[in-house]
DNA sequence: GTGCCTCGAGTTCC
DNA sequence: CTCGAGGCAC
């Protein structure tokens, strides 16, 4: 059959049929996903048909329709590239926004290094193009693909594409076996402007503009969009640049790549803000655009002792320009309630061009900003608050999040109000409190509010737990308030095949569900019976207990049964622990000014102690907060949820209908000291105490403050004390530095 | 007690 | 992406 053809051996008569035939069964698929939500075939289905596309047009340039599917930009609900997965992760970077920021960043780095503040420190600095980045990968000097950045682990494969800019070389000549090269794709703002005025359609800036480029599925197109490039960094690599950013930099231009003429190397925090200066001054003039500049640290054995933060190095950071702001009208300001049942303010703007993004809605924080104080109550605009009808400025937060920055309090209207905000709950009116020392109004409906609860099934459904395919916030809205098939919490999730084949299989008659998609969406729900606790604990939606609080909770019990048993034996104690915050609060307003410390901390254990909590409780208890990252908030917050009796009974209906809870996987033990305890002590010589600490970690150790029966290793620097002691009385292995750095491997 | 550092929660637009 | 807050080290 022709449409399973290869490419190459089609007639021009098949080619033109088979476009035909795809171009009706990509708008059928485009319609189904977009009017209804609900896909006929999958995202896999869908990117095929795109690519066979995409193909035979590549193939047969004349036979390309009008109505071509590869013409729709944005169209698509995933598009026809493949995934390609970096090998070394694709960063995002710290931001500084003033001097003063610039100045900790260097002193961070000097604290860090136990580099004295006179010491010499030499950074890269170079313009922050505003453009999308891009992954080389060269193996034995011939391109092997380009990706683009994604989520900086996953990101696209748009070779085809890349090959197309005339500045990404095909083939490189004395590179290293592999080198990734990493830069910015951008867009000139003159080529901008002629695309514009020339091309069908009309991108809101050259940022767009580059992006929609490079993400065309036929590269014939992107051919004719004018794209640039600029390399500034590196990925993969099977030998060393150089030996610092700057020669690195320079390699790179040896081989051919373009990097941008106004990179210097500035020694010290006084050279950089000059050097910003100087960048902001030509900015006008460079003839692209920038958002800021970026600082490295120069010597590349430097970077690696610094080594990544959570998600940014802390060898860089880029120094952005003040971000472009608009004045528009407010108005009116709206609430929404969140699954944890905070009430977030809304702005409802007159829509407005903020650098090049049409902006209609910003947030508003909390109580407190509208008002115009911070969570100390201080002033942040001056005392002008912020109400509907106000003319207001806005700007995207990190060029993303709108918020509001200022009020024009000249142009208010003389019956203008202050905004009151809200104390019932806008969608199930019951009270909504703000707690002392909390910036934000709570909903206290708990499951019994609409919002609450079709939110937190929202959040049940989501990527990190339990996922469902075919099943988003848009179909979790539409379960919620359907009639027949209600969905109203998680297990009604998992009995929805029964109660629609007890319907008579009603749902597959219904807008957006074919039979086809119900079936796969059955398959998915069935899928997720078998979970791993994790997801599961993720799922709940508990305050305060989020990814990483989960897979703590997870390897601690092994099972949801251990658990649930540990958090109902922890109970009196958790309601004590709540009964002596009380306690603690309200003698500390008595004994504010009296400065009397002694006498708070004496009514909290008067609380605490008084009668002393059932043995098994505090047993429960300790061993729950003694667990890394888990306080006595989270601790507070877990064990009420589940004592709650309509929550339990809920998640126990969860339960009920998932067939295997899976424990987490045990930590991967690659290095010797995985999973260890170590105790630092004594001056460290051959790299700091926070280095030392970051490196034992990274290699999956755990670094503690005290020595005890737990610890597996105490590294002693010069000077030990007690510690050393201590150690030697509990027969803890003591090493010294050199045998420690011997451990990790150098 | 103070000051990081990370995590959690909420948010917008394409 | 940002803010606030929790947890923990100094």
Same mark, same amino acid.
């Given at each position: 059959m022709a449409s399973d053809k290869p490419v190459d051996d089609l007639t021009e008569a098949e080619a033109q049929r @088979? *476009?035909? %035939?795809?171009? /009706? $069964? &990509?708008?059928?698929?485009?319609?189904?996903?977009?009017?209804? +939500?609900? #896909?006929?075939?999958?995202?896999?289905?869908?990117? @095929? *048909?795109? %690519?066979?596309? /995409? $193909? &035979?047009?590549?193939?047969?340039?004349?036979?390309?329709?009008? +109505?071509? #599917?590869?013409?729709?930009?944005?169209?698509?609900?995933?598009?026809?590239?493949?995934?390609?997965?970096?090998?070394?992760?694709m960063?995002?970077?710290?931001?500084?926004?003033?001097?003063?920021?610039?100045?900790?960043?260097?002193?961070g780095i000097r604290r860090y290094l136990g580099l004295s503040p006179d010491a010499p420190l030499t950074y890269a600095a170079e313009p922050k193009i505003d453009g999308l980045s891009l992954s080389l990968r060269y193996e034995d000097g011939q391109l092997v693909y380009a990706a683009t950045r994604g989520d900086g682990e996953t990101g696209e494969n748009v070779t085809a594409?890349?090959?197309?800019?005339?500045?990404?070389?095909?083939?490189?000549?004395?590179?290293?076996?592999?080198?990734?090269?990493?830069?910015?794709?951008?867009?000139?703002?003159a080529d901008f402007e002629t695309l514009n005025?020339?091309?069908?359609?009309?991108?809101?800036?050259?940022?767009?503009?580059?992006?929609?480029?490079?993400?065309?599925?036929?590269?014939?197109?992107?051919?004719?969009?004018?794209?640039?490039?600029?390399?500034?960094?590196?990925?993969?690599?099977?030998?060393?640049?150089?030996?610092?950013?700057?020669d690195s930099l320079q390699r790179l231009a040896s081989l051919g790549f373009t990097i941008n003429p106004l990179t210097r190397r500035c020694d010290g925090v006084a050279a950089l803000l000059a050097h910003y200066q100087a960048i902001e001054t030509a900015r006008p003039d460079l003839g692209y655009d920038i958002d800021g500049v970026v600082y490295k640290v120069d010597d590349l054995a430097l970077q690696s002792r610094l080594g990544m933060r959570s998600t940014t190095p802390r060898w860089a950071i880029a120094h952005k320009f003040p971000a472009e702001t608009a004045w528009t009208r407010l108005e009116s300001i709206d609430i929404q309630v969140g699954r944890t049942g905070a009430l977030s303010p809304v702005a409802r703007l007159k829509p407005v061009n903020v650098g090049g993004v049409l902006v209609s809605n910003a947030t508003l924080h909390n109580e407190d900003y509208i008002a115009g104080r911070d969570s100390n109550g201080q002033p942040i605009r001056e005392g002008r608050d912020i109400?509907?009808?106000?003319?207001?400025?806005?700007?995207?937060?990190?060029?993303?999040?709108?918020?509001?920055a200022d009020v024009d309090v000249g142009r208010r209207l003389p019956d203008s109000?202050?905004?009151?905000?809200?104390?019932?709950?806008?969608?199930?009116?019951?009270?909504?409190?703000?707690?002392?020392?909390?910036?934000?109004?709570?909903?206290?409906?708990?499951?019994?509010?609409?919002?609450?609860?079709?939110?937190?099934?929202?959040?049940?459904?989501?990527?990190?737990?339990?996922?469902?395919?075919?099943?988003?916030?848009?179909?979790?809205?539409?379960?919620?308030?359907?009639?027949?098939l209600p969905i109203h919490e998680p297990a009604d999730i998992f009995t929805l095949a029964r109660r629609d084949a007890a319907n008579l299989g009603k749902l597959k008659n219904r807008d957006g569900f074919g039979d086809r998609s119900v079936a796969k969406l059955f398959e998915a729900i069935d899928e997720r019976r078998r979970i791993p606790l994790t997801r599961l604990l993720f799922g709940l939606g508990i305050r305060h207990l989020g990814e990483v609080a989960a897979t703590d909770l997870a390897r601690h019990y092994g099972s949801w049964e251990a658990l649930?048993?540990?958090?109902?034996?922890?109970?009196?104690?958790?309601?004590?622990?709540?009964?002596?915050?009380?306690?603690?609060?309200?003698e500390r307003a008595r004994a504010a000014e009296a400065g009397r410390r002694a006498e708070?901390?004496?009514?909290?254990?008067?609380?605490?102690?008084?009668?002393?909590?059932?043995?098994?409780?505090?047993?429960?208890?300790d061993d729950l907060v003694g667990i890394e990252g888990v306080g006595a908030v989270l601790a507070v917050s877990l064990v009420t949820a589940l004592a709650q009796p309509r929550e339990r009974a809920s998640i126990d209906r969860l339960i009920g209908e998932l067939s295997d809870i899976t424990p987490p996987e045990a930590r991967a033990t690659d290095s010797a000291v995985a999973g260890k305890t170590v105790v630092f002590t004594g001056t460290l010589t051959r790299m700091t105490r926070a280095e030392a600490k970051a490196r034992a970690e990274s290699l999956g150790a755990k670094v503690a403050g005290s020595v005890s029966a737990k610890t597996d290793f105490l590294i002693a620097g010069e000077g030990a004390g007690s510690k050393a002691t201590k150690a030697a009385d509990l027969g803890v292995t003591v090493i010294d530095e050199d045998a420690w750095i011997a451990m990790i491997g150098g």
């Open positions: @088979a *476009l035909a %035939r795809l171009a /009706a $069964a &990509i708008a059928r698929a485009n319609t189904a996903y977009h009017q209804a +939500d609900a #896909p006929e075939i999958s995202d896999a289905e869908y990117d @095929a *048909l795109k %690519r066979r596309n /995409a $193909a &035979i047009e590549t193939r047969f340039p004349s036979l390309k329709r009008t +109505d071509s #599917p590869s013409e729709q930009v944005g169209a698509a609900p995933s598009d026809g590239f493949g995934k390609i997965r970096h090998r070394v992760r960063l995002s970077l710290a931001n500084a926004f003033d001097a003063g920021d610039v100045g900790d960043f260097d002193a594409n890349a090959l197309t800019i005339a500045q990404i070389p095909q083939a490189l000549n004395g590179a290293p076996a592999v080198l990734e090269v990493r830069g910015e794709v951008y867009m000139s703002q005025a020339t091309g069908g359609r009309t991108f809101a800036n050259p940022r767009n503009a580059a992006a929609g480029s490079l993400r065309q599925l036929d590269a014939e197109i992107t051919r004719a969009r004018p794209l640039s490039f600029f390399a500034y960094a590196w990925g993969d690599l099977s030998e060393p640049l150089a030996a610092t950013q700057w109400r509907e009808g106000d003319w207001v400025q806005v700007y995207r937060a990190g060029d993303v999040i709108p918020k509001v109000v202050p905004y009151v905000f809200p104390d019932i709950c806008p969608d199930c009116g019951s009270a909504a409190v703000r707690e002392p020392g909390d910036s934000t109004h709570r909903c206290t409906g708990g499951l019994v509010c609409p919002a609450q609860a079709v939110e937190k099934l929202k959040h049940f459904v989501s990527r990190g737990a339990f996922d469902i395919e075919g099943l988003g916030a848009r179909q979790i809205e539409m379960f919620f308030a359907d009639d027949l649930a048993r540990a958090a109902d034996m922890a109970r009196p104690a958790a309601e004590r622990h709540l009964a002596a915050d009380a306690a603690e609060t309200e708070v901390k004496k009514a909290r254990d008067a609380v605490w102690d008084n009668p002393p909590v059932d043995a098994a409780a505090r047993a429960a208890w």
